[in-house]
Every structure is written in C-alpha cells, then in structure tokens.
C-alpha cells in the first residue's frame, strides 16, 4: 500500500460565511456524511502562507521571537508570512518574507516540506522552504509594525532548536516541522535530494 494523502471532496448541500476578517474568514458546509446523514462543518478559510529554514554556514537556523495573541506566547518562530495575492509564487513570497523579516537573502532554495496546518478546523496550507548561502539584503531594512515592532532576531544551532522541540519548549508549527524536517533530510538522501524550489504545489496553485 502506497503512503500518500490523495485528494477527495464529499458533496456539499449548502454553504455560507457567517464571518469575514482581514485575511481570513469562517465558512460553515453541510456535507454529506458516507451514511447519508448531513452535518455541518465549521472552518476558516485562508489564503496559504510561506515559511523559511534559513540554515547558514555555522549550521545555525535564523529564528525570530514574536508575541501571538491567540495563544498568549511569545513564540520563537522562523520566518513566515501570508500568500497575500492569490496565485503569487511561494518561493517570490518567501523571499520576501526573508528580507522584510530578517534583511537576508539566500542563493540557494528548496523546498522542504509542504503541510495543513490545522486540517480539522482551517484549510491553511503551508510551503516550508530551505534556504542556505545567507548573506546580508542590500537597500535599506524594511519598516516592521504591530506585533513584529516587538521582535527578536537571533540564529540558534539546529542542534539546541532540535533539543527544544523533542523537550517541549517550542512550539511553533512551521518551526517544529523545519527543524525535524531538515534533520531528517540531512540523515537521508541530502539537501540536493530536496524538491526544486519552484515545485509544483497542488494545495495553492501557482502559474510555471
């Protein structure tokens, strides 16, 4: 048996949005059950996000420490951000994300994993890419606001972020992934066994 999500949409009988945000919104479906029965199903809708495993030179990853309301953390993270235009290409947004973030840029790119986050409840999909060959973005720093005024930059051992996840003291999700994702690609086929950074994406399309 081959291992593999596979894509599959039961019918849906109705559908409305009972709230719109900024960036997200709560769409509620009555889909058919495979007995027959309907239920309704509350989610949030969301455009995609991108995030970056900057790995440099020293094997240390580049994290960033920012406050998130929803779960009352300061959470060390990696860079990430919002597919804010639909059909955008995700290594373009993580690119950018890298420089407006952290004011680098990278020469080499791939992609290293692709996951829902939160599948029961939210259809975000995210790109988490790798990205080494760091060096400094020319041009002048772009100017953060809101949450990201407040936060911290640091670059962390792969080793001690790895030991942090396993010891339960950190918990972002693109994070978690990057770090056992990356280790688990060093100790099999080797970063150049990574899909290219342009890579097909079925959950967010985006045009070749």
Same mark, same amino acid.
């Given at each position: 048996?081959? #291992?593999?999500?596979?894509?599959?949409e039961?019918?849906?009988t109705?559908?409305?949005?009972?709230?719109?945000g900024?960036?997200t919104? !709560?769409?509620?479906? =009555?889909?058919?059950?495979? &007995? /027959?029965?309907?239920?309704g199903?509350d989610?949030?809708?969301?455009?995609?996000s991108?995030?970056v495993?900057a790995? =440099?030179?020293? &094997?240390?990853v580049?994290v960033?420490?920012q406050?998130?309301?929803p779960?009352?953390?300061?959470?060390?993270? #990696?860079p990430? /951000?919002?597919? =804010?235009?639909p059909?955008?290409?995700p290594?373009h947004?993580?690119?950018?994300?890298?420089?407006?973030e952290?004011?680098?840029?990278?020469? @080499?790119?791939?992609?290293l994993? =692709?996951?829902?986050?939160t599948?029961?409840?939210? &259809?975000?999909?995210v790109r !988490?890419?790798?990205a080494?060959?760091?060096s400094?973005?020319e041009?002048v720093?772009f100017e953060?606001? @809101? @949450?990201?005024?407040?936060m911290?930059?640091?670059?962390?051992?792969?080793?001690?972020l790895?030991?942090?996840?396993?010891a /339960?003291?950190?918990h972002?999700?693109?994070?978690?992934v /990057? !770090?056992l994702?990356?280790?688990a690609a060093?100790?099999? &086929?080797g970063f150049e066994?990574?899909r290219?950074?342009?890579?097909?994406?079925p959950?967010?399309?985006?045009?070749a």
């Amino acid at each position: 048996m081959t #291992i593999q999500d596979t894509p599959e949409e039961w019918r849906v009988t109705a559908t409305s949005t009972p709230f719109r945000g900024n960036k997200t919104s !709560v769409r509620t479906d =009555d889909v058919v059950m495979p &007995d /027959g029965t309907v239920v309704g199903r509350d989610y949030q809708v969301h455009p995609g996000s991108v995030a970056v495993l900057a790995l =440099d030179d020293e &094997d240390r990853v580049l994290v960033l420490r920012q406050y998130r309301h929803p779960v009352r953390h300061k959470l060390w993270e #990696i860079p990430a /951000g919002l597919l =804010d235009v639909p059909g955008e290409n995700p290594l373009h947004a993580a690119q950018r994300e890298l420089y407006e973030e952290a004011h680098v840029k990278a020469e @080499e790119w791939h992609v290293l994993t =692709d996951v829902y986050t939160t599948p029961g409840g939210c &259809d975000e999909a995210v790109r !988490v890419f790798l990205a080494r060959g760091l060096s400094e973005a020319e041009g002048v720093r772009f100017e953060v606001a @809101e @949450e990201e005024a407040d936060m911290e930059l640091a670059r962390v051992p792969l080793t001690e972020l790895a030991r942090g996840v396993l010891a /339960g003291e950190l918990h972002n999700n693109c994070l978690v992934v /990057g !770090v056992l994702s990356v280790l688990a690609a060093r100790a099999g &086929d080797g970063f150049e066994a990574l899909r290219p950074a342009e890579a097909p994406w079925p959950a967010r399309p985006f045009p070749a």
